[in-house]
Nanobody, 129 residues
């Protein structure tokens, strides 16, 4: 139904910034705007955790307290692309970051455990102290 490709990961020092991108390829029957998009991350030895989500038209977002004020999720439906601007990065933000998509849902539902329809392959973010 939808294929996702992340980019923008890398290595940065603590306090630095990165911007992740996720580009979606959707079937003609379902447009990109039908999908709530999200970022998850998984650090070594830890479970995958929710980072942020944005609604289909971009009017609603959700960030947990751990990233509130530092990470900003957004999307450009004309480009079938979602972004996450990450500022004031900390070593504990080091993880593989995954893009995810779920049709006809809300950012809060993805935070609450609703499983996405599709995942990207992941992009590594490493923050050194």
């Amino acid at each position: 139904q939808v294929q996702l490709l992340e980019s923008g990961g890398g290595m940065v020092q603590a306090g630095g910034s990165l911007r992740l991108s996720c580009t979606a390829s959707t079937r003609p029957a379902r447009t990109f705007s039908a999908y709530t998009m999200a970022w998850f991350r998984q650090a070594p030895g830890k479970n995958r955790e929710f980072v942020a989500a944005v609604s289909g038209l971009g009017g609603s977002t959700y960030h947990p307290d751990s990233v509130q004020g530092r990470f900003t999720i957004s999307r450009d439906n004309a480009k079938n692309t979602m972004y996450m601007q990450m500022n004031s990065l900390k070593p504990e933000d080091t993880a593989v970051y995954y893009c995810a998509a779920k049709a006809f849902t809300t950012p809060q539902a993805l935070y609450g455990g609703t499983l996405p329809d599709a995942w990207g392959q992941g992009t590594q973010v490493t923050v050194s102290s």
